[in-house]
């Protein structure tokens, strides 16, 4: 009888929830990131790997983003949602994440938008790497609500979307809008914005 071996990003995916629960201090809990997040990201050789890398990173970001008090985040009683507007793999990946795992504490809902005006009640939007041209109509649908904006474009974080992945390399790296981010009320803690390779306020 054969078994199945554990697949990197699993065992990862484990490692990482079981360190981050011990109570490391801020400098060994940074080292512990940095090394965690390098190491996920260098799998990323085929499409299916690289979207379930990136659907890894969405969950992982909620760790180190704090919304605001009257966000519906902090509301049990809700699903955390995930909207996706546009079209990418991510959405199959976060639909099998959010079958396997909670975020705050809260089951996960995947919403599809597949217009500008239905985009609300979601806690992230994840805005698919083609949707360049609709960037500034869907930062006016968003208003000042605090909703996290993250992309796979690298250039998406010039036009304020809040965290933008993108591929340099084998491995997923991500830059980080804290202006944007403070405007909506959210707060990114130090560890994340630490591993960011670019920050703009």
Not at 39 to 45: E, I, K, M, R, W
Not at 131 to 160: C, H, M, W
């Amino acid at each position: 009888m054969t078994t199945k071996p554990i697949e990197k990003g699993c065992f990862f995916y484990i490692y990482f929830m079981f360190i981050i629960t011990l109570k490391f201090s801020e400098k060994y809990l940074y080292l512990i990131l940095l090394i965690l997040f390098l190491l996920t990201s260098d799998f990323a050789n085929s499409s299916n790997d690289e979207y379930y890398v990136k659907s890894l990173f969405v969950e992982r970001f909620t760790r180190y983003i704090e919304w605001p008090t009257n966000s519906d985040v902090n509301n049990i009683s809700k699903p955390f949602v995930i909207g996706v507007y546009g079209d990418s793999p991510i959405t199959t990946q976060l639909e099998i994440l959010a079958n396997k795992t909670k975020i705050k504490n809260k089951t996960i809902r995947i919403k599809k938008y597949d217009e500008i005006g239905q985009i609300s009640d979601c806690n992230i939007l994840f805005i698919c790497s083609g949707e360049r041209k609709s960037i500034s109509k869907i930062i006016t649908q968003i208003g000042s609500n605090p909703i996290l904006t993250v992309s796979d474009d690298a250039n998406f974080v010039n036009y304020g979307i809040m965290i933008n992945m993108f591929i340099e390399g084998s491995n997923v790296k991500f830059d980080i809008n804290e202006g944007t981010m403070k405007k909506a009320g959210l707060k990114a803690s130090y560890q994340l914005l630490k591993l960011a390779m670019r920050l703009i306020n």
